[in-house]
C-alpha cells in the first residue's frame, strides 16, 4: 500500500478483514502474553516489517545524519564498509539481543489496562498493537542518534516485535481462516509503515501537529476528548526527553529503556531495578 495515501484510505475495509482478531480482548491471550526466554529466531515471512526499517524511526533526521557521513567519509572507507561492514564499537550480536531485549523493556512496561480506562481505548488485540507501535517508535527516535549500532538495534526490536505480533494473533484467531490471518497481519504491516510516519512528521512539529498524528494514529480519527488528546500529546514529549536521557551504554549492551507513568514526571524507581534484573539474566537465542 501506497504509505503517502493512507490517510485516504478507507479503514472500514480493513477493519471488517480483521474484526475476527483485532476486536478480541488481548486480557483472553494470558498464556502467552510474555515472549520469556525468547525462543530461536524465527525467520522473517514475506511480509517481515525488516524491509522497511530503513525508511522508518525519525526520517529527516536519519536521512540527515546519513547524508553528512556520505559526505565526509573518504574513497577508501566507502570500499572498506562496502567489503566488510561499517566497524562497531559492540559486536553484532550483541546488539541483536540488546534489541529483543529492549522489546521485553516495552511489554514489560506497557499497561494496556490503565490506557484503556484513562483514554478510553477498547480493549482490544488491535489497541495494544497501536500502544506496542506507540513505544516502539518512541525507542527507535532515540536509537536513529546511535549509529550503525542504533540501525542494528532498531531492525532486531522491530523484529522481535513483528514475531511476537504474529505469535499473539495467531493464538486469538484459532477460529479464522488462514487468508483472513494473513490480511489482519498485512494490516498491521501497513499501519506500523503510516503510523511511523505520521508521527515523525508530528514530531518534528508544534503540539497541534503532534495532536493531529496522535488523533489519526492513536485514536484511528475517532472522537476523542480534547483533553485526552492533549494528555496524549504531553505524553509523548515527555516519554521522548525522557529516553533520550538515557545511557547509552546501557541501551546498546543490554537495551533496558525505561518510560515515564501516563500521569506525572517521576519514573518508578522499583520498576527500573527489577527490569534491570531481569535483562542481566535474562537469556534470549537467536
Same mark, same amino acid.
Given at each position: 500500500m501506497n504509505v503517502l495515501g493512507w490517510s485516504k484510505f478507507s479503514l472500514r475495509r480493513l477493519n471488517f478483514?480483521? @474484526?475476527?482478531? @483485532? +476486536?478480541r480482548s488481548l486480557h483472553t491471550l494470558n498464556p502467552v502474553l510474555q515472549i520469556q526466554p525468547l525462543e530461536a529466531r524465527l525467520k522473517p515471512s514475506s511480509q517481515s516489517l525488516l524491509q522497511f526499517t530503513p525508511l522508518v524511526c525519525s526520517t529527516c533526521s536519519t536521512r540527515f545524519l546519513q547524508t553528512a557521513s556520505a559526505e565526509n567519509s573518504s574513497m #577508501?572507507?566507502?570500499?572498506?564498509?562496502?567489503?566488510?561492514?561499517?566497524?562497531?564499537?559492540?559486536?553484532?550480536? @550483541?546488539?541483536?539481543?540488546?534489541?529483543?531485549?529492549?522489546?521485553?523493556? &516495552?511489554t514489560d512496561q506497557l499497561d494496556l489496562e490503565e490506557f484503556v480506562k484513562e483514554i478510553n481505548l477498547p480493549d482490544t488485540f488491535n489497541s495494544w498493537v497501536i500502544l506496542?507501535?506507540?513505544?516502539? #517508535?518512541?525507542?527507535?527516535?532515540?536509537l536513529s542518534n546511535m549509529g550503525e549500532e542504533g540501525k542494528i538495534l532498531r531492525q532486531n526490536l522491530v523484529q522481535a516485535m513483528w514475531q511476537d505480533i504474529q505469535k499473539r494473533g495467531k493464538q486469538l484467531g484459532k477460529e479464522v481462516p488462514g487468508?483472513? +490471518?494473513?490480511?489482519?497481519?498485512?494490516?498491521?504491516?501497513?499501519?506500523?509503515?503510516?503510523?511511523?510516519?505520521?508521527? %515523525?512528521?508530528?514530531?518534528?512539529? %508544534? %503540539?497541534?501537529?503532534?495532536?493531529?498524528?496522535? #488523533?489519526?494514529?492513536?485514536?484511528?480519527?475517532? +472522537?476523542? %476528548?480534547?483533553?485526552?488528546?492533549?494528555l496524549m500529546v504531553h505524553y509523548i514529549r515527555k516519554q521522548i526527553h525522557h529516553v533520550?536521557? +538515557?545511557?547509552?551504554?546501557? &541501551?546498546?549492551?543490554?537495551?533496558?529503556i525505561?518510560?515515564?507513568?501516563?500521569?506525572?514526571?517521576?519514573?518508578?524507581k522499583d520498576l527500573r531495578t527489577k527490569l534491570i534484573t531481569k535483562l542481566f539474566n535474562q537469556r534470549v537465542m537467536l
Open positions: 478483514v480483521c @474484526s475476527n482478531l @483485532s +476486536q #577508501w572507507s566507502k570500499v572498506k564498509n562496502k567489503i566488510l561492514g561499517p566497524e562497531l564499537t559492540i559486536p553484532k550480536r @550483541s546488539l541483536a539481543l540488546a534489541g529483543y531485549k529492549m522489546y521485553i523493556c &516495552i506496542l507501535d506507540l513505544h516502539v #517508535w518512541i525507542c527507535m527516535v532515540r487468508g483472513t +490471518q494473513r490480511r489482519a497481519l498485512q494490516h498491521y504491516n501497513d499501519m506500523l509503515r503510516a503510523y511511523l510516519f505520521n508521527l %515523525d512528521e508530528g514530531l518534528l512539529g %508544534d %503540539d497541534r501537529v503532534l495532536a493531529g498524528s496522535v #488523533w489519526r494514529t492513536v485514536f484511528e480519527k475517532q +472522537q476523542v %476528548d480534547p483533553e485526552v488528546l492533549a533520550e536521557k +538515557q545511557e547509552s551504554n546501557l &541501551i546498546m549492551s543490554q537495551g533496558l525505561t518510560f515515564l507513568p501516563l500521569h506525572g514526571e517521576t519514573e518508578n
